[in-house]
């Protein structure tokens, strides 16, 4: 089993930054894409930004050229660095990995808790 543990979130002003951190930790062969998504109420779960295995990086148009996605392998870890942040930015933010752990078996998509990132005006 794989577990996801997302950090950072939190109440920020608008215009400001938030970090979100998401460590993976458990039974872990290698890693395809990671990324984040979010879903604010009433709406569906959207993607954020995702960062394949072999590199490049995927923004939705709402985040390009305010959020960073970046990964570290060595530490099973995808951090999203947000700034400039907006009150439409406001959601339950989902850290979310495709991950194999058996080299035989194709890989599985995992998901984080949620971590509440609320922009206020």
């Known amino acids: 089993q794989v577990q996801l543990v997302e950090s950072g979130g939190g109440l920020v002003q608008a215009g400001g930054s938030l970090r979100l951190s998401c460590a993976a930790s458990?039974?872990?062969?290698?890693?395809?894409?990671m990324g984040w998504y979010r879903q604010a109420p009433g709406k569906q779960r959207e993607l954020v930004a995702v960062i394949p295995n072999g590199g490049g990086q995927n923004y939705a148009d709402s985040v390009k050229g305010r959020f960073t996605i970046a990964r570290d392998n060595a530490k099973n870890s995808v951090y999203l660095q947000m700034n400039s942040l907006k009150p439409e930015d406001t959601a339950l933010y989902y850290c979310?990995?495709?991950?194999?752990?058996?080299?035989?078996?194709?890989?599985?998509?995992?998901w984080g808790q949620g971590t509440q990132v609320t922009v206020s005006s």
């Open positions: 979310y990995c495709n991950i194999r752990s058996d080299p035989l078996r194709p890989p599985v998509d995992y």
């Open positions: 458990g039974s872990i062969f290698s890693f395809k894409t």
